[in-house]
């Protein structure tokens, strides 16, 4: 049973394009949770579909287009998140950080943003925020400050250190894994780590201006009190102890999965099967079997860390995205792009440098804006063919490969400019909210927005440069300036220390 076939007409696409733009306006608005608005939504497209001729999307077709993948991974990662909260790891781990940042605001920000964006090269960012959050709201708590000061850097540095690495962001996998890119796990790192650590500076300088009353300059100091540990304990280390091989198992699904062809929840919930049968184990061997020895487990587990609202948020977000590639909507807009870029290269009379670099650009900022408002994957998935039929008829050989990171870069990093841009967003976000800190569209968006701006701004320099003056020219003179700024300030101190 398949269903009706979506119609793909104009008036069709419209309507799901005023209902994505009532979305983002309900969300925005902010009168009512977030959760309700997509399930409103899908409601209405369902309404739409099947008592009128235009026929948006089906229940079946509405099946598939939900991204298990993702819903799966974020169950598996926040029951896996919920188990070491058990054995007390993360006051642990906190206490630690503190002493090392000797409680001051802007070391312990700059500790989790660099944490971040460096594990998210190698993970998903979603797994990696679902990690971090945990020390990031316990080391706020301690210090006395605003959270979000903390969480929103926290997932900027998620997205953009995923941008880094074929297996960092799903719409790098995608072009990665797709034949006509041509592209290697190393051309990633090669063409795109030096863009985005510079990005990592700049992230580093606009958060403690941002929140500078926070982790700014006002907050540069130490604070020993907050330094002091708590003295808190490990539990059940030997829990803990399979925990850590486990995850380490899944990890190593995670970074091989083109060699396996494992989607990444098929290991995480591998993994989380053995923990939580290994949690029961521990468990039992110490006490009586009891009808209420249960709620220690796994039902503990399920219903007090997984955050079913924002599993729910996806679901239904993926139904409305579904709509959009359906009935064509998506399609049409890579379409427009690719209009738009052969109009303004044949209208100027352009160089063959001065096209590409025009090319790179549309599709840096057009990715960047689509992807702040609907979901990347899919934009991601429909664009892949409009670049590779662009390049074909550019003919632009070797420095065309620069469309295909102007992709990377915009599908990425537009991800900041709103709360429902990535998925990382939202699973901020939504445990904040179970943790009493409420992070609202406005709020994010007021600072996402500025993030995006300023990483698309250094993207399209990066881009002219690479067009201009070629890669290996770029990356060296990146790598020389990144080595100088991460420099700067031990010279400084020493310098300081001299005087003294």
């Known amino acids: ?287 009586k079997p009891t009808p209420e020895e249960r709620q220690h487990g796994v039902l503990a587990i399920l219903e007090k860390d997984i955050e079913w609202p924002t599993l729910a948020f996806f679901l239904f977000l993926f139904v409305l995205v579904g709509a959009a590639v359906a009935t064509g909507l998506i399609g049409s807009l890579a379409q427009g792009l690719g209009w738009a870029i052969e109009a303004i290269a044949g209208g100027l009379g352009l160089s063959p440098e001065a096209t590409l670099l025009v090319a790179a650009l549309i599709v840096l900022w057009v990715s960047g804006f689509l992807s702040a408002v609907i979901d990347n994957i899919p934009y991601t998935a429909v664009t892949i063919p409009l670049i590779a039929t662009l390049l074909h008829r550019l003919d632009a050989g070797p420095q065309g490969q620069v469309l295909w990171w102007a992709l990377a870069l915009g599908a990425c990093l537009g991800g900041n400019g709103t709360l429902i841009g990535a998925s990382a967003n939202v699973t901020v976000t939504g445990l904040a909210e179970k943790d009493g800190k409420r992070i609202s569209f406005n709020e994010f968006t007021a600072f996402g927005a500025r993030v995006t701006a300023i990483t698309l701004l250094m993207s399209s320099v990066y881009l002219a440069l690479w067009i201009y003056a070629g890669s290996v020219i770029v990356n060296i003179v990146a790598a020389v300036a990144l080595a100088v700024l991460l420099a700067l300030p031990l010279f400084l101190r020493k310098s300081a220390a001299r005087k003294v």
């Not at 945990?134 to 605003?146: D, F, K, V």
């Not at 297996?167 to 890119?181: K, Q």
């Not at 995480?268 to 039992?284: C, H, K, P, R, S």
Request: hydrophobic share 55%.
């Open 1 to 287: 049973m398949h269903g009706f076939e979506s119609t793909r007409d104009a008036l069709s696409q419209g309507l799901v394009a005023v209902i994505l733009i009532a979305v983002f306006v309900g969300l925005a608005a902010d009168r009512v949770h977030r959760v309700l608005i997509p399930i409103g939504a899908v409601a209405v497209v369902w309404l739409i579909s099947y008592f009128t001729p235009f026929r948006l999307i089906s229940f079946e077709a509405a099946m598939e287009a939900v991204d298990l993948n993702v819903i799966l991974l974020l169950f598996s990662m926040m029951a896996l998140v919920g188990v070491l909260k058990t054995t007390n790891v993360f006051p642990w781990a906190v206490d630690r950080l503190l002493e090392r940042s000797r409680g001051n605001p802007s070391r312990a920000a700059r500790l989790i943003i660099w944490f971040t964006g460096i594990l998210s090269a190698l993970l998903d960012n979603v797994t990696t925020v679902i990690f971090a959050y945990p020390m990031a709201a316990e080391m706020a708590r301690r210090l006395g400050i605003n959270g979000s000061a903390f969480f929103l850097p926290m997932v900027m540095a998620a997205n953009v250190g995923g941008t880094a690495t074929l297996i960092g962001d799903p719409p790098n996998v995608l072009i990665g894994a797709d034949p006509r890119s041509g592209l290697a796990f190393m051309d990633f790192i090669y063409n795109l780590t030096a863009p985005c650590t510079a990005m990592m500076v700049a992230l580093v300088w606009f958060s403690r201006r941002y929140y500078g009353r926070d982790i700014g300059p006002a907050a540069d100091r130490d604070h020993e009190g907050a330094a002091t540990p708590t003295g808190a304990q490990l539990t059940n280390v030997a829990l803990l102890r399979t925990t850590c091989w486990v995850t380490a198992a899944i990890f190593a699904g995670f970074m091989t999965h083109s060699l396996t062809g494992m989607p990444v929840s098929v290991p995480a919930l591998i993994g989380i099967a053995v923990i939580l049968f290994a949690q029961d184990y521990y468990y039992l061997r110490e006490h």
